[in-house]
């Protein structure tokens, strides 16, 4: 069964420092997302990404953050210079149709830690 | 602008026993509701979902859950608990755009 697949599991980085977090999402699939949980805390949405553009952000998307597809397989986020606040688990995800009309597969996610 | 509320962070219950997993959300249009199920070191998965239609949804692994619009909720069910079934559980609303909106998420332990 496709799935998608994230990967570093774990990145540890210090405050600062730019991370790039990678993503492969199902080969057919043309919607793709980014979410984070910070610990104890729910899951939420920072941006959609469809036809090479973002399509919807949230306001925690600020200018930090940055997403590409740069080849026709992967998906990064990049957060350019991390502060401590960003430590969280961030799950890709991809979908075929637009999130509200089909489901999104989530990748395992990676657990990323700012020191 | 839309929310998910699910009560209860932590649920126990006895393997065999019904697991009710609480969801309420606010929308201000007619919802997209979720169910997904996250076991450890795995991704989310989707149990089941609510678009139109029936408001008794069927899912996976023998879970349900009942799209109750004049209480705005969507509680999980489950008539008997398997072991397996330990896992943390995230209900999600959209809006039926591009976004979803999940709650903080029900951790649930089977006690043999």
């Known amino acids: 069964e496709p799935e998608v697949t994230q990967t570093p599991s774990h990145q540890v980085t210090q405050m600062g420092q730019e991370v790039i977090l990678r993503c492969v999402p199902i080969?057919?699939?043309?919607?793709f997302y980014w979410y984070r949980q910070i610990l104890g805390q729910k899951v939420e949405f920072l941006v959609s990404?469809?036809?090479?553009?973002?399509?919807?952000k949230s306001e925690i998307f600020d200018d930090q953050f940055s997403v590409e597809r740069p080849d026709g397989s992967n998906f990064t986020l990049k957060i350019r210079s991390t502060k401590l606040e960003d430590s969280a688990m961030y799950f890709c995800?991809?979908?075929?149709?637009?999130?509200?009309?089909?489901?999104?597969?989530f990748g395992p996610g990676t657990r990323l830690t700012v020191t | 602008a839309q929310s998910v509320t699910q009560l209860g962070s932590h649920v126990s219950v006895s393997e065999g026993a019904l697991v009710l997993l609480r969801c309420n959300y606010s929308?201000?249009?007619?919802?997209?509701l979720f169910w997904y199920v996250q076991y450890p070191n795995q991704g989310l998965q989707l149990l089941l979902k609510y678009t139109t239609g029936a408001t008794l949804v069927k899912g996976i692994n023998g879970f349900e859950a009942e799209f109750k619009k004049s209480e705005t909720s969507f509680h999980l069910t489950k008539p008997s608990a398997h072991m397996s079934d330990a896992a943390e559980y995230f209900c999600a609303v959209s809006d039926r755009g591009n976004q979803f909106y999940f709650g903080t998420g029900t951790s649930l332990t089977v006690i043999p």
């Open positions: 995800a991809s979908s075929i149709y637009p999130a509200g009309g089909s489901e999104q597969y």
């Open positions: 990404f469809y036809n090479n553009e973002i399509s919807e």
């Open positions: 080969s057919n699939h043309l919607y």
């Open positions: 929308s201000s249009v007619p919802p997209y």
